[in-house]
């Protein structure tokens, strides 16, 4: 059974940072590709950086490039976003995503239950 | 970038009654076009991939068409499980980009 678990969000003050993580089981973790996408509340779904399996590449939305980095570790099944110079408009739920392949654009086809991030003074 | 919009913003149905939900894509997605579905406080579950594909495991009242730059999802007898939010997502270019969602209400 496919699983993903994210951690590491929590409140943090505007232009802090901090490492999401989303620990993958239940498949080969370096055949496929990821994503993580966001959600702030009450509103609709955005895509934030994806990675392939080999971590190679890497996208990321323009709202984030240069201030978030995606890496993974795949000898620990292990997806992390680093976030930082944090703005009030990052605060959402993160969801980690895996892509139905390799392809690092696939369609996410397993979802994470989410992380929640608060950027607050 | 590619902005996708959804219309209606709310769709209200009875169960049982046909919901048809679209998707129009600022310049063409060919057929790279997803529907996921979100329920209150759950993780968005894919529907339908590269415009007409079932995921697995999900129903066959669930069906989507179109191809360039329209999109429809359907559901052909409306569940009560099936009142939640649609989303459509392109991945013909990057930025991926989701549309802004059509809620689907009990009426």
């Known amino acids: 059974e496919v699983q993903l678990l994210e951690s590491g969000g929590g409140l943090v003050q505007p232009g802090g940072s901090l490492r999401l993580s989303c620990a993958a089981s239940?498949?080969?973790?370096?055949?496929?590709?990821m994503s993580w996408v966001r959600q702030a509340p009450g509103k609709g779904l955005e895509w934030v950086s994806a990675i392939s399996g080999s971590g190679g590449s890497t996208y990321y939305a323009d709202s984030v490039k240069g201030r978030f980095t995606i890496s993974r570790d795949n000898s620990q099944n292990t997806l992390y976003l680093q976030v930082n110079s944090l703005r009030a408009e990052d605060t959402a739920v993160y969801y980690c995503a895996k892509s139905s392949s390799s392809v690092a654009h696939a369609p996410f086809d397993y979802w994470g239950q989410g992380t929640l991030v608060t950027v607050s003074s | 970038e590619i902005v996708l919009t959804q219309s209606p913003a709310t769709l209200s149905l009875s169960p049982g009654e046909r919901a048809t939900l679209s998707c129009r894509a600022s310049q063409s997605v060919t057929s790279y076009l997803a529907w996921y579905q979100q329920k209150p406080g759950q993780a968005p579950r894919l529907l339908i991939y590269d415009a007409s594909n079932r995921a697995t495991g999900i129903p066959a009242r669930f069906s989507g068409s179109g191809s360039g730059t329209d999109f429809t999802l359907t559901i052909s007898s409306l569940e009560p499980e099936d009142f939640a939010v649609y989303y459509c997502?392109?991945?013909?270019?990057?930025?991926?980009?989701f549309g802004g969602g059509t809620r689907v209400e009990i009426k």
């Open positions: 239940g498949f080969t973790f370096s055949s496929y590709a």
């Open positions: 997502q392109q991945r013909n270019n990057w930025p991926l980009t």
